[in-house]
């Protein structure tokens, strides 16, 4: 099973709405990721959560909160949105390093299909 | 610091002409590199990668090369399809750091 599983794939919600985006992964990957993507634009990195705890946070504003209930769930309560949070939210999982013929190197990360939010 | 550069693009092919996509890279070490596409409303798909200078990463007739010397890992594909219309995405890891993304390459294929 090298899948990403998020749930729900298109939400609608409003600016005084709270919603929560789901994510699942059965690889027994320790790092966890989300991501933020606009139109044309590459995915921009939000939280990365390390053996299920926090590692970074790049600058996200407080009305994004990320959960890490256990090693394969990964949640992003949404709280408060303004419409230009607009964009597809991205999971992703990943290994750390793994040895391979050639030594230690870093392994790739595996993305969920995403959830395209609309805040109205 | 770490870094990824991309050609602009959108780049428009013919079907079965020859693909070339550049990426260059930035890094302080000896990062990993990947290929990344995505199609229209999906998610990224790992296309191929490489973990070690002059490995070559091969996947669906798709090739690159992790090129130290040049800091380079050019996607290549001998005969595109319009079904290989997406939007592809160098990137680099290093040290169980962060994925870095270039900002994408559009490749559209016409019949």
């Known amino acids: 099973d090298t899948e990403v599983t998020q749930t729900p794939k298109h939400l609608v919600m409003g600016m005084t709405n709270k919603k929560s985006l789901k994510c699942e992964q059965h690889?027994?990957?320790?790092?966890m990721y989300w991501y933020k993507q606009k139109a044309k634009k590459p995915p921009e990195l939000m939280f990365v959560?390390?053996?299920?705890?926090?590692?970074i946070n790049e600058s996200v504003p407080s009305r994004f909160s990320p959960e890490c209930p256990n090693s394969s769930l990964l949640n992003l309560h949404l709280h408060a949105l303004q419409p230009e949070d607009s964009a597809l939210y991205l999971c992703?999982?990943?290994?750390?390093?793994?040895?391979?013929?050639?030594?230690?190197?870093?392994?790739?990360?595996?993305f969920g299909q995403g959830t395209r939010l609309t805040v109205v | 610091g770490n870094s990824v550069t991309q050609m602009e693009g959108p780049v428009t092919l013919s079907e079965e002409a020859f693909l070339t996509i550049n990426c260059t890279y930035t890094?302080?070490?000896?990062?990993?590199l990947f290929w990344y596409v995505q199609y229209p409303g999906e998610g990224l798909q790992l296309l191929l990668k490489?973990?070690?200078?002059?490995d070559k990463g091969s996947n669906k007739g798709f090739e690159a090369t992790y090129r130290k010397e040049t800091t380079s890992f050019h996607l290549e594909k001998g005969s595109v399809q319009v079904s290989d219309s997406a939007v592809y995405f160098c990137?680099?890891?290093?040290?169980?750091?962060?994925?870095?993304f270039g900002s994408g390459t559009k490749l559209n294929v016409k019949p």
């Open positions: 490489a973990t070690k200078a002059d």
């Open positions: 990137a680099l890891r290093y040290n169980f750091n962060k994925f870095y």
């Open positions: 959560y390390s053996y299920e705890k926090l590692s």
């Open positions: 690889m027994g990957h320790r790092a």
């Open positions: 890094a302080t070490g000896y990062p990993s």
């Open positions: 992703a999982s990943s290994q750390g390093r793994m040895y391979g013929d050639r030594g230690l190197s870093d392994t790739e990360a595996f």
